[in-house]
């Protein structure tokens, strides 16, 4: 069965702190997808990363995918309120429709 | 366009009984999938059809079938309902191309089985 595990699972911040949310799996993903989740609704696509190593930017929100296309990052730069929400990855294998979810990190930002 | 759309919006269930979360999208995608999202472990999939006529088992099938009726629509059936199926049910649609694609998710349906 695969895996992605998220970290950390939750986190509350002050407006304007930086922070780093980690998603780790075992096996190996064609491409790497990062959505955003608010109370009452389905999750939002914010970016898909396909290429090992690869780095997107999308405002504050910069996103990597590991090397060996294992895991992914997503760093927030100057965190806001607006920021508030479930972020959740998700891995696809390749020759697949079946899309792998994360377990969530659940982020508040506190003005 | 509405996008996707999902029937009831909340359920009360007594265990043993049935239903149908319904789903729709109009936004012409081939691919549609049915999730159950729990607390502390994101979203599973349940099944998904990659096109019209198929459909296919994802991580956690038991207790659970689809009707792929047509394009539009995809629904779930619980044929007796237990209480761990309590959850919030998300369907998703996609164009359904090969490679990493856009899900678009529906706003769900609250679960709660008694």
């Known amino acids: 069965t695969q895996l992605l595990e998220q970290s950390p699972q939750f986190l509350s911040i002050q407006e304007g702190e930086n922070l780093t949310v980690y998603c780790n799996s075992s096996s190996v993903f064609s491409s790497l997808q990062w959505y955003r989740q608010e109370p009452g609704e389905g999750p939002v696509l914010l970016v898909t990363v396909v290429t090992g190593g690869e780095v997107k930017k999308l405002k504050r929100l910069t996103f990597q995918f590991g090397d060996a296309r294992k895991d992914s990052s997503l760093h927030i730069t100057a965190a806001q309120p607006g920021d508030t929400g479930l972020y959740l990855c998700?891995?696809?294998?390749?020759?697949?429709?079946?899309?792998?979810f994360g377990t969530g990190t659940r982020l508040k930002v506190l003005a | 366009n509405a996008g996707v759309t999902q029937t009831p919006k909340f359920q009360v269930l007594k265990t043993g009984q049935s239903m149908t979360l319904q789903c729709a999208q109009d936004?012409?995608?081939?691919?549609m999938y049915w999730y159950r999202q729990d607390p502390g472990m994101g979203l599973r999939l349940i099944y998904y059809?990659?096109?019209?006529?198929?459909?296919d088992k994802g991580e956690v099938p038991n207790g659970y079938n689809v009707s792929r009726l047509n394009k539009r629509e995809f629904s779930l059936r619980l044929e007796s309902a237990a209480p761990s199926q309590t959850s919030v049910y998300f369907c998703?649609?996609?164009?359904?191309?090969?490679?990493?694609?856009?899900?678009?998710f529906g706003p769900g349906t609250r679960l709660l089985v008694l």
């Open positions: 059809s990659a096109s019209e006529g198929t459909t």
């Open positions: 998703a649609s996609s164009r359904g191309r090969a490679g990493p694609e856009t899900q678009y």
């Open positions: 998700a891995g696809l294998t390749s020759g697949t429709y079946k899309y792998i």
């Open positions: 936004m012409n995608h081939n691919s």
